[in-house]
């Protein structure tokens, strides 16, 4: 599997003295979903914000197999932070907007995404006419758009209810081996990131770093089905016991 990322030795420490990350040691593989999973504190956040470019790190290495240009990395958050005043084309479509990237190819590839993450139909909504699993819909449209090679995603999900978050997890996994991006998912939630993940960097908190890692296989088609399978809820429990030992580990 060829790592699209590699991070060495990994330390953020903040300008108050929070020591947010310490030699963190992980990789991403191409083509793949991995997942950082982790309480609140663990640095998660600090990790992707430092990959993404929109915070520096203190010591420790980011390798990259090809250095990423603009536009190459795409990135989600919680919130689906979209413009209230503009529509779902034009929220969609702001990357270009602001790269002022003028292709004539730009509206048709606008409208295969829109089409891509289910929102065919809704391209002239303003947000406030939408539930919040659609936003997030028109967030991961908006990521994508500019075909980054990278999608960094900060729990996404967190904020919607089970059966949305259920139903996005499982349209996120087509949209992704769809568009080949490999994504960087971060998640509090053991079931999503068992669902979602073919690589789970378990983290622990204080200082923030991998205290685990778990690489997985998938049996079959991920759907509903698979949720309620032996094989998925005997992942979650190893999971979760790793999480809580993680929890409970001193040094
Ligand atoms: N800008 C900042 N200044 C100081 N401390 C910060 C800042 N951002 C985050 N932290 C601290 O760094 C640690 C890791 O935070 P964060 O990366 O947000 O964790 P997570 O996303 O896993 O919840 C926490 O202790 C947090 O309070
Ligand atoms: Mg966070």
Not at 173 to 202: G, M, N, P, R, Y
Request: with cysteine.
């Amino acid at each position: 599997m060829t790592a699209l990322l590699t991070i060495h030795h990994l330390c953020k420490t903040f300008d108050n003295g929070t020591a947010a990350l310490t030699d963190v040691e992980l990789s991403v593989s191409a083509g793949q979903v991995t997942t950082l999973l982790g309480a609140s504190g663990c640095g998660k956040s600090t990790l992707l914000k430092i990959v993404a470019g929109l915070l520096s790190k203190s010591a420790g290495q980011i390798d990259w197999a090809d250095v990423p240009a603009r536009g190459d990395i795409g990135f989600v958050f919680q919130e689906p932070t979209l413009l209230p005043w503009a529509t779902v084309r034009d929220n969609v479509a702001l990357p270009f907007t602001l790269f002022h990237h003028k292709s004539p190819d730009e509206a048709a590839r606008v409208q295969n995404i829109i089409d891509l993450v289910g929102l065919a139909g809704f391209e002239g909504a303003y947000p406030r006419e939408l539930s919040g699993g659609m936003k997030m819909r028109v967030s991961l449209a908006r990521a994508l758009v500019s075909k980054p090679k990278v999608l960094l995603m900060d729990e996404p999900f967190a904020a919607l209810d089970e059966i949305t978050r259920a139903k996005l997890n499982s349209d996120l996994l087509q949209i992704c081996a769809q568009e080949k991006v490999t994504v960087l998912f971060v998640t509090h939630s053991v079931q999503e990131a068992v669902f979602l993940s073919d690589s789970i960097f378990v983290m622990r908190p204080r200082p923030g770093r991998v205290y685990q890692h778990f690489s997985l296989t998938h049996a079959g088609l991920r759907n509903e089905d698979y949720r309620l399978s032996a094989a998925f809820g005997e992942k979650v429990r190893e999971i979760s016991l790793s999480l809580k030992a993680s929890m409970e580990t001193t040094s």
